[in-house]
């Protein structure tokens, strides 16, 4: 029975080719996806750390407001890029990042290293209205963020717990106390906050690369 | 007989659709036509980036010293005269799927007519800025496109309906080899090849 | 020729599959022109949120995607498995179901995204609830599909149900892993991987939903529309085989050509180039095939214009699947990665081969649906040239805007600093950012006249009801080796 014999015999029988297709789909994937979850674990770097509950609020508007669409937050271990956003990415970085947010454009400028370059003023009057102090920018203003509480919904406590669910090593007091650390805040506050935190990992030895 | 070339850009159509009675050999379009056509585009680049530079957008034009500029203008050149010839030869290969003739005069003298507004409009290079060059481009693009599809099947002696498969495959063609273009300049220029990039 | 006792097609699901699918694709390409011009002049958002750029660009990839594309693949699937089957539907409510259920499924994603409920992975920004409802629907999808290839009277399975086939298995298997996530709130939750591991299960996810939904569903579409239009059969029977399976084996692992020089592990990031690279063949494979089968028959191409844009959109699948592989290279999308040559590519493959052959295959389907004959070919031929010079215009921008961003931000001065500020960079971009304006109206416009074309084929029209045919043994189970 040559090979056309043989495929004819999954040529008519539906379930075969059901079988066949899940089976061929799904080697890459396993391939690809099993060693991350069994084998490499990746451990946080000694400066990585859970978001606080104003960074957590502030990266959820990030996400909300697609951020991600225009900024990648992944310095890629090439020498120009170094040169210009200072220290390649650590997988170590991200362990605590549901989900990643990497990027896959840069209409604006990679934000992983952004914390502190700027002060907390200049954060504010940008995303209120970029054009006040990058004349040529063509992002678009976010002047609602400042008229919203940060916590309107009063869920932090539950992202909080949910997180700690999946492994973030939050502490039982801390979720308690996250509404009082955010009362009072801004969405603005909180995404400035959540800015400022993304910084460079001075604990990485910078000469192993990426990973 | 007037020059294939410029019959396309500036004589009615039917003038255009005369051209395959009057057919003539690949060798000879080559030493008539070929050989200095394909100079327009490259004189241009030479001249207007002497004495303008190129302005991409950012805030001062990209001058060169006038032997890289030269170099630059040469490897234009070898692409498109390289370019046309390929194409043709390609198109020849072509020829038995669709029916049409397997003269390479016939096949040289298609591409070298749909080709001709984008050589005619590399005037726009007198002027390297980004805006006018593709203000140019574009309109010349699809004249080109139009140029290719309407008289194909005349020139390649076969039905309209050949002619236009035969004509998307080279529209294909182009567009890959362009695309390829891109890539190995881009690994070139990794590779060191070109100004200093750090990677 | 003899017709079965048993009933006729269910065709009516298919008209109005086909009707929703043209109404996505206005909405989606018109949120696209928007936020084409959003990045010309960032002020017409008006400071609402519902139509800032972060928002409207999301729901114009749902809207097109989801929209537009899925709509379109199961109304061709269900079409074209009965015909090859020669049944009727297994259940044609359920069908119906799908159908009508999928369109209010967009409609909520796509609100729900504009309020900004948003998961923050691509292509898969739609939140938990609505992720629920997807499996569902195609969870029934499914059963509507396997359950007509079960009832068959035609004992071999025809090659465009394989395509279709693996759309739906892939397409479950990637859509429910990726969407594994904690809700916290109805609008809120929390993807159950994190860091590079979810970056590798996105991508897993991210390029298979181009391979199979984008790539294998409109293959499917593809492999049963073509022969029929061209009246041939495909030209070579054992090519579709071969290229089908290396294509459902290969597409899977080029996932990490999207991580290339990121923080995963290298031999990820190797694979994923090399698979890439090998995945050209059978993506060429399946053209060359394509284009014999269309060779062998032109003078179809006289009275058709579906067969125009097949063609065209051959070519450009040619290019979009040689201009993946080669930007899976490392070396090249070392300059590529993170610009606009990435979103060039993206609409190289969405303009100019999804679009047009949804196209070509409306304007097969839609005379043939309502038993007429199209309004106007000189709509369908300008139609034809605005679809080309819109695709091209596009890709021209981009490469323009993406070549230029990649090697300028790689760009070192003598001393080894760098050559350029990036927001200089990115204020260089502007006239490519224009041009792509014009572009997505030109294409954009070149839909709205085929739209007014087909509203006024249909117009007070219903769709035709078609005695099923007992198959022929002959014609029916031919094969050209």
Redesign the interface.
């Known amino acids: 029975m040559n090979a056309i014999d043989i495929h004819r015999k999954l040529e008519e029988n539906a379930g075969l080719l059901i079988f066949g297709i899940l089976f061929v789909s799904a080697i890459g994937g396993l391939v690809q996806i099993l060693p991350s979850i069994f084998q490499e674990t990746v451990e946080p770097t000694a400066d990585t750390r859970p978001y606080t509950a104003a960074e957590l609020l502030g990266r959820d508007i990030y996400i909300r407001e697609g951020c991600s669409t225009c900024h990648s937050q992944q310095v890629r271990p090439l020498l120009a890029e170094v040169i210009r956003y200072e220290a390649p990415a650590h997988a170590g970085e991200s362990v605590y990042d549901r989900p990643f947010l990497w990027g896959s454009k840069r209409t604006g400028p990679d934000l992983s290293r952004v914390g502190e370059k700027y002060t907390d003023e200049w954060q504010r009057i940008h995303l209120i209205d970029p054009r006040a102090v990058v004349p040529k920018s063509i992002m678009p203003a976010y002047p609602w963020l400042e008229r919203r509480k940060a916590n309107a919904r009063n869920d932090v406590h539950l992202r909080m717990k949910a997180l700690q669910r999946l492994g973030h090593p939050y502490s039982d007091e801390e979720i308690a106390r996250a509404a009082d650390d955010v009362a009072g805040m801004t969405e603005l506050d909180a995404i400035v906050a959540y800015l400022q935190s993304l910084k460079i990992d001075t604990s990485v030895d910078q000469s192993e690369g990426g990973h | 007989m007037p020059l294939v070339s410029i019959n396309a850009v500036i004589r009615r159509p039917s003038v255009l659709l005369r051209l395959p009675e009057e057919t003539r050999s690949f060798a000879a379009i080559i030493k008539k036509e070929i050989w200095w056509f394909s100079l327009i585009p490259p004189s241009f680049l030479f001249i207007g980036t002497y004495f303008f530079g190129w302005r991409?957008?950012?805030?001062e034009p990209i001058h060169f010293e006038w032997p890289v500029l030269l170099s630059i203008c040469v490897f234009y050149y070898v692409l498109l005269f390289g370019g046309l010839l390929i194409l043709s030869l390609l198109s020849r290969w072509m020829a038995p799927?669709?029916a049409t003739t397997r003269d390479l005069g016939s096949h040289l003298t298609v591409i070298v007519t749909s080709a001709a507004p984008l050589f005619l409009g590399s005037v726009a290079h007198l002027y390297p800025h980004?805006?006018v060059n593709?203000l140019v481009?574009?309109p010349m693009?699809?004249w080109s496109?139009w140029v290719l599809y309407s008289t194909l099947p005349e020139l390649l002696k076969t039905?309209?309906?050949?002619g236009?498969?035969h004509a998307?495959?080279l529209?294909?063609i182009v567009?890959?080899a362009?695309?390829?273009l891109?890539?190995m300049s881009?690994?070139l220029?990794?590779?060191g090849i070109g100004?200093?990039?750090?990677? | 020729m003899k017709i079965l006792s048993s009933g006729t097609y269910s065709d009516r699901l298919v008209s109005y599959s086909v009707i929703f699918s043209l109404i996505w694709s206005i909405l989606g390409m018109a949120a696209g022109v928007y936020v084409a011009l959003e990045l010309v002049i960032p002020t017409i958002d008006f400071g609402q949120e519902w139509l800032s750029y972060g928002r409207l660009r999301t729901l114009h990839t749902n809207a097109v995607i989801f929209g537009f594309g899925v709509t379109a693949l199961m109304g061709t699937a269900f079409y074209s498995v009965q015909r090859t089957c020669h049944v009727e539907l297994f259940s044609p409510r359920l069908a119906w179901f799908c159908i009508i259920a999928w369109q209010f499924t967009v409609l909520l994603g796509g609100l729900s995204l504009l309020a900004g409920w948003n998961a923050g992975k691509e292509y898969a920004e739609l939140e938990w609830p609505i992720d629920i409802l997807i499996a569902v629907i195609w969870v029934c999808f499914g059963i509507v599909f396997f359950g007509t290839i079960a009832k068959r009277k035609v004992k071999p399975i025809y090659v465009s149900n394989w395509f279709y086939g693996a759309l739906i298995i892939v397409i479950a298997m990637l859509h429910i892993v990726n969407s594994l996530a904690i809700p916290v709130t109805i609008s809120k939750s929390y993807s159950l991987f994190a860091g590079a591991q979810d970056a590798v299960v996105q991508w897993w996810y991210g390029h298979n939903a181009v391979g199979f939904l984008l790539t294998g569903g409109f293959l499917g579409m593809l492999y049963y529309f073509l022969p029929k239009q061209a009246d041939r059969p495909i030209w070579s029977y054992r090519l579709s085989i071969i290229a089908f399976w290396a294509f459902t084996y290969s597409y899977i692992w080029a996932g990490p050509h999207h991580l290339h020089y990121n923080a995963i592990p290298d031999w990820v990031q190797t694979l994923g180039m090399v698979m890439s690279i090998i995945l050209l063949a059978p993506s060429w494979a399946t053209m060359v095939n394509a284009v014999m089968t269309v060779s062998g028959a032109p003078q179809k191409l006289k009275t058709d214009h579906s067969l125009k844009f097949i063609v065209l959109a051959l070519a450009f699948y040619g290019l979009a699947t040689f201009e993946g592989p080669m930007m899976a290279i490392k070396s090249v999308n070392a300059v590529s990665h993170f610009t606009d040559w990435t979103i060039g590519h993206v609409h190289s493959g969405a303009l100019g081969w999804n679009a047009l052959i949804t196209f070509g295959t409306f304007y097969f389907l839609v005379p043939r649906l309502f038993n007429t004959q199209l309004y106007s070919k000189r709509l369908a031929d300008i139609h034809f040239w605005l679809a080309i010079s819109g695709t091209m215009l596009y890709i021209l921008a981009m490469w323009g805007a993406g070549i230029s961003q990649g090697l300028l931000w790689l760009s070192l001065g003598d001393l080894g600093e760098l050559s350029y500020g990036f927001r200089e960079i990115m204020a260089s971009m502007q006239p490519y950012y224009i041009l792509r304006v014009i572009a997505g109206l030109v294409f954009l416009s070149g839909a709205v006249v085929m739209i007014y074309n087909f509203f006024r084929t249909i117009a007070g029209r219903k769709t035709a009801t078609v005695q099923i045919p007992a198959p022929s043994t002959a014609s029916e189970q031919q094969v050209t080796v």
């Not at chain 2, 991409?56 to 805030?59: K, N, S, V, Y």
């Not at chain 2, 100004?195 to 990677?199: A, E, Q, S, W, Y």
């Open positions: 991409i957008g950012a805030e799927t669709y980004i805006i593709s481009f574009i693009l699809l496109l039905d309209p309906q050949r236009m498969l998307s495959s529209v294909g567009m890959v362009g695309v390829s891109i890539g881009v690994v220029w990794t590779l100004p200093t990039i750090g990677v």
